[in-house]
């Protein structure tokens, strides 16, 4: 009986490999028009190609070497400098002109910043000492704002988020130099201490100070002419203490309500 012949092997690359192939050039084509989409700066192109050709240099058959690393080639890495090469470009990007130039104006806007916060912070000074508000307020300046801190337990009541009828004449204060002196954002900002709160009507701490927050505010629009698209208000619980909270004393100075008034420069919609 004279046996099958077996089926020759098919000359040429497999199947997979012309698939494969084509599939290469789909992607090659596909990021070649990405690139002929997208815009260069120029300048910038310019900075990391002469940095590259500073740092990198060509040897004969391709080889190449990073800074004084071992060469590199055919498939093969060696860079014992790879961190400080890297490092390098970094420090070489931040200590450009233009680098140096945004570093500069961001120190400018900070002084000027400070310098328009100290001079609102001697005028709403000198208003508080005119209403008799020392015992009340705590200022604080800042290159973005000057901040009044006023004591929770002087607003509200433990666990509440009403006003004091006797918090209201400071309010009322408060608010007569927030109209003449806030020229921009006003933020007002409710904090507790991290004593677990016992209640019905609040289940955190964060609740309870951002119910306090918009009891200020509500009561700010309800008594000033204040443009209420000006003022935020928000609460942070406990989770911004000024204080210790193992002492009675440091959880007092914990609760509490702050309004920042921003400054020109700083102000933000």
């Known amino acids: 009986m004279a046996k099958k012949r077996e089926d020759e092997p098919k000359k040429g690359a497999p199947e997979w490999q012309s698939t494969f192939a084509d599939l290469m050039n789909l ?61 390098s470009v970094g420090q070489m990007a931040e200590n450009t002109p233009e680098m140096e130039e945004m570093d500069d104006l961001q120190s400018e806007v900070q002084k000027e910043g400070l310098k328009q916060s100290e001079e609102l912070s001697e005028k709403i000074e000198e208003a508080v000492q005119e209403n008799n508000l020392t015992g009340d307020i705590e200022m604080q300046v800042t290159a973005q704002y000057v901040q009044l801190t006023m004591k929770g337990s002087l607003l509200f009541n433990s666990g509440s988020d009403e006003l004091k009828e006797e918090s209201k004449p400071v309010l009322n204060k408060v608010g007569v130099i927030l109209e003449r002196y806030a020229g921009g954002t006003i933020e007002i900002e409710g904090h507790t201490d991290n004593v677990p709160i016992s209640g019905r009507r609040f289940s955190s701490n964060n609740e309870l100070s951002a119910a306090r927050a918009l009891s200020v505010f509500n009561y700010m629009m309800d008594t000033t002419n204040l443009d209420p698209a000006r003022i935020k208000n928000s609460g942070r619980g406990e989770y911004v203490p000024i204080a210790d909270n193992s002492t009675e004393e440091g959880r007092a100075k914990n609760r509490r309500v702050e309004i920042r008034i921003y400054n020109e420069i700083s102000s933000y919609e």
Do not use: H, R, W, Y
Not at 31 to 44: C, N
């Open 27 to 87: 992607l090659l084509c596909f990021f070649v028009l990405l690139f002929s989409m997208s815009s260069v700066d120029a300048q910038k192109f310019e900075l990391v190609a002469a940095s590259f050709s500073k740092t990198f240099s060509i040897f004969t058959a391709g080889s190449t070497s990073i800074g004084d690393g071992a060469m590199i080639g055919n498939g093969i890495s060696q860079l014992p400098e790879l961190d400080d090469f890297v490092n």
